[in-house]
């Protein structure tokens, strides 16, 4: 039997550190690496009311369970779970009840909000009128959707499930792409508006390797829908996250480090612009360009 | 027939941008880019000696030669040869014959130094009687080795090969391995130290794809000797390398991209330290360590 530090039964291996993990040290391990991520980037202050982006996967299932735990624990922040529903039947229509159902069995008030109702179609209806690159749009347009219901709920904050890989990847994504201001945005808090009409993004999970998420969710018996986005494509994300992967077998720690480099580069690279963000002129909501980017490729869909 | 956009039969295609070129206007727009990387970034002035490091493989054929035609062109500056002969047999030898056979043909002063006079062992004699991962020792010793002798040869400058492939990987190596020191110290002409004992590197091929190198050197019929260091072995450079291949064939133009960011980057990040170099307390040449690297590998050789 390989044995943990502590003289329990592995049930994991921490490659950077060369160390085995039985379920109980995993888990304070997963603990401890959320608790610091919220305490040394301040991510969570009294009074806040926090709107947590769920989708009923592993990661914003964790988010929800630990972000729960800490305010049962120390209080003085408020939970709001809500859900985009783009309409894809046989996938997000499972992950949302198995989320829901999570919700209420930890007293968190869950809403849900539809493409359908929000857009005016489903996903799986779009999807079967035009050829589009859907992942392009859905990114836009669940951004759009949570941060609106987010404040329209009193939200001040909107904690989304980003953990050590998906950072590590839109690190390199937006440097290969050379995208100063989306590079500028990323980090574990992201506070670079000024403006009460965004709900900052905060990250809990993204010092967390996924595959600690998962494990985490496994030994919990988090009932999770596990499965793929039907309308997903290849991509660059795809590419970097293949190569992100390959790197990190072999050299581990990789991943860990990217994170870590972007952070010290992070303070250097950012001046508050001071710009102040305008209003699209056709729905109303904050935006840099006349007419907002959902409005534009709402627009697009229907002609 | 394919043609050039001038009319004239194509023999290059450049995939970012679409379009086909002559040999002609191929090798304009690579003399182009090496024009407007010496100018934008100051890399030679009036006065200047500059050494030029030269393995006898394509960048460095195809650099001797363009510096030489920008001195016959332009004048007032003044240049050498020099080449680290590692030995190894049936490869370096060589390429440095055929280099050798370059200097003598466009008049320039050519300077070999062998690891067997300067170190007292050839590599071949150094990797028969020892497993030594060769690279890391090499990249150290041939960097000690040149910039001494470029001093000691009167230079202020010392010209390397560098291509844009060479460049977006060091840039993508240093973020991915967190080193901060490397990553300040890249671009065109990294002039972070104010030291008259360093010859300060400057990289006048470092905008131009080494498939295009390639090409400027088979037009121009260079004798190059090709081959491959029989001790070079699999490491971080190479998983990047195909990595960064990879992305430029899916994404045509990412290599450029990536050192474009890394030049947006690079005023945020560096400031000058202000800190002086010291001397190696065995070798006398300067270093930041009480022994400098040159001397600790010799010495761990040697034991």
């Known amino acids: 039997m390989i044995e943990c530090g502590c003289g329990k039964k592995a049930v994991y291996f921490r490659r950077n550190e060369g160390r085995y993990y039985c ?27 926090i709107a ?14 630990l972000l729960k735990m800490m ?10 779970a809500i859900s985009v529903d783009e309409g894809i039947m046989g996938y997000r229509d499972k992950s949302i009840k198995a989320i829901g159902k999570i919700c209420k069995k930890y007293g968190v008030p869950h809403h849900i909000y539809t493409y359908k109702n929000e857009l005016g179609f489903s996903l799986d209806e779009l999807m079967c009128k035009k050829k589009i690159k859907s992942c392009t749009y859905c990114g836009v ?11 329209e709920l009193g939200c001040n904050k909107l904690a989304v499930g980003h953990n050590l890989d998906d950072e590590a990847q839109s690190v390199l ?35 967390i390797p996924k595959r600690e998420i998962a494990a985490y969710a496994i030994i919990k018996r988090f009932k999770i829908e596990e499965g793929h986005c039907p309308y997903s494509f290849d991509n660059m994300r795809r590419d970097i996250q293949t190569m992100v992967n390959k790197l990190e077998q ?5 991943k860990q480090q990217i994170v870590n480099f972007y952070d010290r580069l992070h303070p250097m690279i950012s001046k508050k612009s001071g710009k102040v963000i305008g209003t699209c002129e056709k729905c109303g909501e904050p935006s840099s360009l006349r007419v907002c980017k959902y409005c534009e490729l709402l627009e697009k869909i229907k002609n």
Do not use: H, W
């Open 250 to 254: 072999n050299y581990p720690g990789t």
């Open 52 to 65: 947590v982006g769920v989708s009923g996967g592993k990661d914003s299932t964790v988010l929800l369970y």
């Open 23 to 49: 379920k109980k040290c995993l888990m304070d391990g997963v603990e401890k690496k959320f608790y610091r991520t919220v305490g040394r980037n301040k991510l969570i202050e009294r009074g806040d009311k």
């Open 71 to 80: 305010q049962k624990k120390k209080g003085g922040f408020e939970l709001v």
């Open 173 to 207: 994504i937006n440097f290969v792409r050379g995208d100063m201001l989306r590079f500028q945005r990323l980090g574990a808090f992201p506070k670079i508006l000024d403006d009460k009409r965004f709900a900052s993004r905060i990250k809990p999970l993204r010092n």
């Open 141 to 151: 347009f669940r951004r759009y959707i949570l941060n609106k219901k987010a404040r």
